[in-house]
């Protein structure tokens, strides 16, 4: 297995790291300056799973010399066929001990709502022993042009999958994408979840990069305090859809964190394009 260094890492996407510090000064970062972090600095493993999958152990310490402290996994069974299978062949106590000798933790993993439904049990004997607490359905499976009355149905099975993993000690999560802003029969799909997701039995994470629609975490986590329990950090450039580092963008990141940390969020991850990890860490470690 070829050794992936952090020339490697850095090289990939060098001239995008260019071209995002160009984009936006880092007018938040002063403003910033005065919070303390609920959780510690994680990332997201999706961005990065082609370097996760050449070299796991020194994937996860280069991250960790970045300033990150926790991981964020996506199933290896569950996201086989999205570059994660080699992954399987760990078993959990290998994927604890690799993730620990790297210095970082790993409380959450995403999944799939139909391998949650089918392999659930499984599924969370392998993250109690890595060390996980929250398991996160990070698509409802539901096809393009899903209806309202689909998405009641979806739910409706959801709130069963979360009383299932509650009696096991463990919190079962929904990540959005942008689709859950849209609306149908006038409703806005993502308030129409928060109303019918059992809020004792199913926390949210919620995706940053709505931002481009026009909404923002921090709304939310006003709103809706306690529903939310982790995030996925990205920032915006304010054009079309071009992503800048955290600090750097259109995020009012000292609001954001305000609200997160009275909402109760316990853990968030950053997640972009692997220039972005760098100046994000730093940033985030200066709050």
Same mark, same amino acid.
């Given at each position: ?21 160009? !984009? ?10 005065? $919070? /303390? &972090?609920? +959780?510690?600095? @994680?990332? *997201? %493993?999706?961005? !990065? ?10 994937? $996860? /310490? &280069?991250? +960790?010399?970045? @300033?990150? *402290? %926790? ?15 080699? &992954? ?200």
């Amino acid at each position: 297995m070829k050794k992936f260094t952090r020339r490697d890492f850095i090289n990939t996407s060098i001239a995008g790291l260019g071209s995002a510090l160009a !984009i936006s000064p880092l007018a938040n970062l002063t403003a910033a300056t005065s $919070l /303390k &972090l609920p +959780a510690p600095i @994680g990332f *997201q %493993s999706w961005t !990065i799973r082609e370097a996760l999958v050449k070299d796991f152990p020194g994937t $996860l /310490k &280069l991250m +960790a010399g970045l @300033g990150y *402290q %926790s991981i964020e996994m996506c199933s290896p069974p569950g996201y086989a066929n999205a570059g994660f299978g080699p &992954l399987q062949t760990l078993k959990a106590s290998e994927m604890k001990r690799i993730i620990t000798d790297a210095g970082l933790i790993c409380r959450s993993c995403h999944y799939g709502f139909k391998e949650l439904q089918e392999h659930g049990p499984e599924r969370i004997d392998f993250a109690f022993e890595v060390g996980m607490t929250q398991m996160v359905m990070s698509s409802p499976g539901l096809p393009d042009r899903a209806t309202l009355s689909d998405w009641k149905k979806r739910t409706d099975e959801m709130n069963v999958l979360g009383e299932q993993f509650k009696k096991q000690g463990m919190q079962l999560v929904y990540h959005n994408h942008n689709f859950e802003f849209e609306k149908l029969e006038g409703e806005l799909i993502y308030d129409w979840l928060l109303n019918h997701l059992d809020p004792d039995l199913i926390k949210m994470q919620f995706q940053v990069w709505v931002i481009i629609a026009g909404y923002k975490a921090a709304d939310y986590f006003k709103k809706f305090t306690g529903r939310f329990i982790s995030a996925h950090l990205s920032d915006w450039s304010g054009t079309g859809e071009t992503q800048v580092p955290v600090g750097q963008g259109k995020v009012d990141w000292k609001e954001f964190f305000e609200a997160a940390t009275s909402g109760g969020l316990k853990n968030f991850y950053v997640e972009m394009d692997m220039p972005t990890f760098e100046p994000s860490a730093k940033f985030l470690k200066t709050l």
